[in-house]
């Protein structure tokens, strides 16, 4: 009996490990089906993961509770968002863009989000008003011209290839700066300023770089 009772309990020990291994392979595929688009409407999509890492203090950690997002400068109102109301009070929208990286890489993805000239309209910017100014969590700044942001329709994007964005990617928002290159994609932005500064030099503005930042001018200088 003493035997029986351990064979059968080896069994059940057994049978348990494999239920085990297949859920979590079974969770692994879903995942894996779910992850990540590469193809959108016939058009081949870089992957998440072929973006490299050149940011000025790594990847920040930003939690969504106690994020916030401010709007302000030349507004009639300023005004702080959570990462929740962006993406519940304005329209999504989605577009495929590449980014060019002054390293010479470059990846082509399916961006997920925001129009920034919805926020921007929501505070009411100043009839003035000419240029926009990005802050991110790490320190990093940028700036363009307010008719760009709209002419173009620029989004702030909470998702990549479908996914919303790691802490690498820009979490919970990076600027799609489309026809810029890559260091006017800023990432972990945290407030946008309405101004008159058209000569506003950011991060990598300020250490040589384009102000424009066009993709059809040299990017130093």
Avoid at 31 to 50: C, F, P
Avoid at 102 to 114: A, Y
Wanted: glycine share 8%; proline share 4%; aromatic share 14%.
């Amino acid at each position: 009996m003493p035997l029986l009772f351990l064979m059968l309990m080896f069994l059940a020990v057994l049978f348990a490990y494999g239920i085990g291994q297949w859920y979590g392979r079974s969770q692994a595929v879903g995942e894996s089906q779910v992850i990540e688009i590469r193809d959108y409407q016939g058009e081949k999509l870089s992957s998440v993961a072929d973006f490299r890492e050149n940011s000025i203090k790594g990847p920040q950690k930003i939690d969504p509770e106690t994020y916030r997002l401010t709007v302000s400068g030349l507004v009639n109102t300023t005004r702080e968002y959570s990462y929740q109301d962006v993406l519940e009070s304005f329209p999504h929208h989605r577009k495929v863009v590449r980014l060019f990286c002054v390293e010479g890489w470059d990846v082509t993805i399916l961006w997920d989000g925001v129009a920034v000239n919805d926020l921007i309209s929501a505070s009411g910017p100043n009839p003035g008003a000419d240029t926009v100014i990005f802050r991110a969590a790490d320190g990093y700044s940028t700036g363009l011209p307010l008719s760009y942001i709209r002419d173009r329709e620029i989004i702030l994007a909470y998702a990549a290839n479908n996914v919303t964005l790691s802490e690498e990617r820009g979490f919970p928002f990076q600027l799609v700066a489309e026809d810029r290159w890559g260091y006017k994609w800023i990432k972990w932005v945290k407030s946008i300023e309405v101004s008159t500064d058209s000569s506003y030099e950011g991060y990598w503005e300020s250490r040589g770089y384009s102000n424009d930042g066009s993709l059809n001018q040299s990017f130093f200088g």
